[in-house]
Nanobody, 132 residues
Framework: QVQLVESGGGLVQAGGSLRLSCAAS????????MGWFRRAPGKEREFVAA????????YYADSVKGRFTISRGNANNTVYLQMNSLKPEDTAVYYC?????????????????????????WGQGTQVTVSS
């Protein structure tokens, strides 16, 4: 089992910044990647960013590339999402997710981290609201 708890959401003006945190506990040693997804009102949950636990390799959605940065904490059980230059369209509930390791996963294109169906554990989400 992996437990995930997000924090850091809130209300910010357009152009501002927020940093989300996700604290992971449990079987984190078996985690292949950690990701952030978001769901805006009336929309499907979409991929935002992911980081591979073993080497820190990252992957971003085009909509956030250059503005958001995903990183791991020094204790290796926390993942962050630094969000800069926020836009009203970034308003959503942000979810942290964990993808456990599987045989052969390392040989597949890292872009699989965009597939929400491959994630095994999810946090409860934290609201981010960007006002114009």
């Amino acid at each position: 089992q992996v437990q995930l708890v997000e924090s850091g959401g809130g209300l910010v003006q357009a152009g501002g910044s927020l940093r989300l945190s996700c604290a992971a506990s449990g079987r984190t040693f078996s985690t292949y990647a950690m990701g952030w997804f978001r769901r805006a009102p009336g929309k499907e949950r979409e991929f935002v960013a992911a980081i591979r636990w073993s080497d820190g390799n990252t992957y971003y959605a085009d909509s956030v590339k250059g503005r958001f940065t995903i990183s791991r904490g020094n204790a290796n059980n926390t993942v962050y999402l630094q969000m800069n230059s926020l836009k009203p369209e970034d308003t959503a509930v942000y979810y942290c997710a964990a993808m456990l390791g599987r045989p052969g996963l390392g040989r597949i294109n890292f872009a699989i981290v965009t597939l929400r169906s491959l994630y095994d554990y999810w946090g409860q989400g934290t609201q981010v609201t960007v006002s114009s």
